[in-house]
Nanobody, 117 residues
Framework: VSVVESGGGLVEPGGSLTLTCKCS????????ASWHRQTPGKERELVAF????????RIVDAVKGRFTISRDNDRDLVSLEMNSLKPEDTAVYYC???????????WGQGTQVTVSS
């Protein structure tokens, strides 16, 4: 199983980035997907979640209205579109997939997002 994030980088406040997570080795549409982030000294926190069929999604309040999660089950991808970025969005962003009928979960290696002028 492979879960690989991409798209991180350095962006100025107010800017945008789109993170992409490419998955392989599992029947992707049988896995829920989520994005999490972590900064040094803090616990990893959930940012956004989407069901396996893509019909339901949830965004945490801290990024609601600025971030959007989506998935393409034909391409085994889940994306996080991030707009109006703030310095406090700086973190390592991780992608996770979790089996819909099991507790099996897989994490990516993370991608750094830095929001700074």
């Amino acid at each position: 199983v492979s879960v690989v994030e991409s798209g991180g980088g350095l962006v100025e406040p107010g800017g945008s980035l789109t993170l992409t997570c490419k998955c392989s080795g599992v029947p992707f549409d049988e896995y829920h997907a989520s994005w999490h982030r972590q900064t040094p000294g803090k616990e990893r926190e959930l940012v956004a979640f989407i069901t396996g069929d893509g019909n339901n999604a949830r965004i945490v309040d801290a990024v609601k209205g600025r971030f959007t999660i989506s998935r393409d089950n034909d391409r085994d991808l889940v994306s996080l579109e991030m707009n109006s970025l703030k310095p406090e969005d700086t973190a390592v962003y991780y992608c996770k997939i979790q089996g819909m009928s099991s507790n099996t979960e897989f994490w990516g290696q993370g991608t750094q997002v830095t929001v700074s002028s």
